[in-house]
């Protein structure tokens, strides 16, 4: 899910902000033989150090394994940061956080971004407090795509194997895990939860936070229809779903406008500068861009959509959301109706409104109390349950 389209719809500032080296894209780093595939997931591909003491940490790009959609090894890049000093006892805590749209093709990931540390909400603090941060760039961003992008169980994955990936290169007791997302990353943590149990039962989940999650996919799909930045954002989806699944975009977008599509799915979202050609595809798909009244219910989209639209997750771990009340791209009461999902299956839901905010800037504002919450879970405190309030 996409900073872009709130900041499109909302005029919002805030971006996963970065200038991409499109000489570095898809450079030898970021591929890997069949051979450096075999591993267990989580493990260590290769590592480059990029910084040996950023604010008191070394910072890491790194590609590890993971497992694809069909349960096929893959590689998958991102960045990990290990605050120097002494090691705890009990190992440093790590907090896997899920970055929000940065595009669907090889060159707009994170890990390659000239800002990439200042993507990652409240890392100063999280180091300054002694966590590992680990920055999953999702699979197909960096590495060869297609990026399944907004497909839960390839980003949940991701973000698993990404704590693994931290565990394998700081050489730390193992300790406990908190995952913090937001919108696209929001799916991705709460699909991480989800699998955790079976998935990664070797890792110590102590709690989840997301901001502004991309939960009913079918709601969202439908809501973006009606706005320029929106109709970035399913253009994209679509774009990549053809790819990772073979779902007929031609029987769904009007063929004069997969131009404009194309063109749109090869533009990361990697600062202001990028919001100039991204309105003026969304402005071109405004005249033309849909060729049946309702994708949702049409199939395999119908499906598809309903396959990535997040339940309940097991109440064993606690969770924290944050959503801006005046959010154009996630709805409100569409993060309130899964809170109230979250609460009727038993889970602990800490709920962080937030006045005034809209779509891009709900990771930035509630970066902090989100870190206080994983602090708390990190001490092993009761969490704080909004679920009577609402």
Known sequence: ???????????????????????????AFY?????????PPGSLIRT????????????????????????????????????????????????????PTSGIVPQCAPSLALFKFQ??????????????????????LGTPGPHPYLVGMSEGRAVLDS?????????????????WGHSQGGQAVLYAGLLAPTYAPDIHLAGIAAAAPATDLGTLMADDVASPGGKNLLAMTLWSWARVYGAPIDAVVDPA??????????????????????????????????????????????????????G???????????????DAVVRPSVTQAYMTRLCAAGSHVTFLK??????????????????????DRFAHRSPPDSCGAH
């Not at 899910?1 to 570095?24: D, E, H, K, P």
């Not at 590609?63 to 349960?71: A, D, E, N, V």
């Not at 704590?163 to 300790?175: F, K, S």
């Open 1 to 27: 899910m996409n900073t872009f389209a709130a900041i499109v719809v909302a005029g919002v500032g805030l971006l996963a902000a970065a200038m991409v080296s499109s000489t570095s894209a898809q450079g």
């Open 31 to 39: 591929q890997a033989s069949g051979a450096e595939l075999v591993g």
């Open 48 to 99: 480059e150090l990029l910084d040996p003491d950023r604010n008191g940490a070394a910072a890491y790009r790194v590609l590890y394994r993971s497992t694809g959609l069909r349960g096929e090894p893959i590689a998958v890049s991102g960045t990990i940061i290990i605050p120097n000093g002494p090691v705890p006892a009990g190992g440093r805590p790590i907090v896997a956080w899920a970055h």
């Open 119 to 140: 993507q990652i909400m409240g890392l100063r603090s999280m180091v300054a407090r002694g966590y590992i941060v680990t920055a999953s760039d999702y699979p197909g």
């Open 163 to 179: 704590v693994r990936a931290a565990e394998n290169l700081a050489h730390d007791p193992q300790a406990d895990v908190s995952l």
């Open 257 to 310: 406008a997969m131009p404009d599509v194309d063109r749109l799915a090869n533009l990361c979202l990697e600062s202001p500068l990028d919001l100039r050609p991204r309105n003026r595809m969304g402005q071109a798909l405004q005249e033309r861009f849909l060729s049946v009244s309702d994708l949702t219910a049409r199939q395999p989209w119908a499906g598809l959509l309903a396959q990535n639209t997040i």
């Open 312 to 326: 309940a997750l097991p109440p064993d771990f606690p969770l924290f959301i944050a959503q801006g009340d005046i």
């Open 354 to 375: 937030l006045p005034g905010v809209g779509h891009g800037a709900a990771a930035m504002k509630s970066a902090a109390s989100a870190v206080a919450w994983m602090a």
